[in-house]
């Protein structure tokens, strides 16, 4: 529970609450349509690292879909809908507040080893939260009126944040292997925020960085360019070579 967490951290929390009237709007709808509903992802990382961020994601325990429709209906000409069926989700554009909520089901998946593209199942909340590629980018925060703001952290994403770690939620070798584009987002995030890659997970990059050639020549290029933008390119480039 929040009341277990250093008074700077839930006042993190209590600030971006107030800052983001939608959480708790989306958190109201979700309570009319009885779903359970989370906002998850980088946007909850950047709340503790005091980062404004324009694009909130939302994981519903049910449809995304539905909850994205009702909260566009909520928010009435203030909100622009679009749903893409095919991967299950759905985005709501607030305009004149520049944000993007980004709306899908919690779900679980596996891979199949030629593609990087996931086989997609309905989940729970502890199936959605395992499937994120780093610790920091794995914790939760409810939106749900009686929960509003209470943390949900499994793989104690809080305690790599402050100290500045970059670790897989599962094994490392298995999250590269499905997904090996998160090899080169580990060192991306390793270059814009200081961090460092907790020494398993780098092992595990250098086991498994054969597996990058299944991923396109755009994606790679799109990482390397924030790497290149970041405040220290240099970290990067040099993670690139040492592994």
Excluded: W
């Amino acid at each position: 529970m929040n009341e277990l967490l250093p008074p700077h951290h839930r006042s993190k929390i209590e600030r971006a609450l107030a800052d983001h009237p939608e959480l708790a709007l989306v958190g109201a709808v979700a309570d009319r349509l009885g779903l359970e509903c989370y906002v998850v992802g980088g946007f909850v990382r950047d709340i503790f690292l005091g980062r404004h961020s324009k694009d909130i994601d939302f994981v519903a325990v049910g449809s995304g879909i539905d909850l994205a429709r009702a909260v566009a209906a909520e928010l009435g000409r203030k909100a622009r809908l679009a749903v893409f069926k095919t991967y299950g989700t759905a985005q709501v554009t607030l305009r004149q507040r520049g944000l993007e909520l980004e709306f899908v089901g919690a779900r679980r998946e596996s891979y199949r080893r030629e593609s990087r593209n996931p086989i997609v199942e309905d989940g729970t909340l502890a199936d959605d939260i395992a499937r994120r590629d780093f610790t920091i980018n794995a914790m939760a925060i409810c939106v749900n009126g009686p929960r509003l703001g209470e943390l949900v952290d499994l793989y104690s994403g809080l305690t790599d944040l402050d100290d500045g770690i970059i670790r897989t939620p599962l094994d490392p070798d298995v999250t590269f292997s499905d997904d090996p584009l998160r090899m080169m987002r580990a060192i991306r995030f390793a270059s814009q925020l200081d961090f460092t890659i907790e020494p398993e997970t780098f092992e595990a990059i250098r086991r498994n960085r054969n597996r990058i050639s299944i991923i396109t020549k755009e994606r790679i290029n799109d990482e390397l360019s924030k790497i290149m933008r970041s405040s220290t390119p240099s970290t990067g480039f040099r993670l690139l070579d040492d592994s």
